[in-house]
């Protein structure tokens, strides 16, 4: 599986971002999917996943109420709604698919990654 992330930008605080990630290469099918994002100095950090039916979804306290993750199945890609950005949402911002099926915050779990995409908050 190949995963492709974009949607990144620069937007001021307060402001909303959506990220996209595509799959490519083969079946996209039963795969769990998660945002991952890192800031400079900073370990890779679970932002946000989503089962394939899309019945769980997981946010840590950093995202709830401000990200939404979301996938279309038929379309391959999953998506990850950002409103209310702050200046410490700044980061490199991934996707990851994990294809047993569970859905965790652990990215050692996780078996393919796309190439990330920066978000840079303003003040």
């Known amino acids: 599986v190949q995963l492709q992330a974009s949607g990144g930008g620069l937007v001021q605080a307060g402001g909303s971002l959506r990220l996209s990630c595509v799959a490519s290469?083969?079946?996209?099918?039963?795969?769990?999917m998660a945002w991952f994002r890192q800031a400079p100095g900073k370990e890779r950090e679970f932002v946000a996943g989503?089962?394939?039916?899309?019945?769980?979804?997981y946010y840590p306290d950093s995202g709830k109420g401000r990200f939404t993750i979301s996938r279309d199945n038929g379309e391959n890609t999953v998506y990850l709604q950002m409103n209310s950005l702050k200046p410490e949402d700044t980061a490199v911002y991934y996707c990851?698919?994990?294809?047993?099926?569970?859905?965790?915050?652990?990215?050692?779990?996780?078996?393919?990654w796309g190439q990330g995409t920066l978000v840079t908050v303003s003040s």
């Open positions: 990851a698919a994990e294809r047993s099926g569970i859905l965790t915050k652990a990215s050692r779990e996780y078996d393919y």
């Open positions: 290469g083969r079946t996209f099918s039963g795969y769990v």
């Open positions: 989503i089962s394939w039916s899309g019945g769980i979804i």
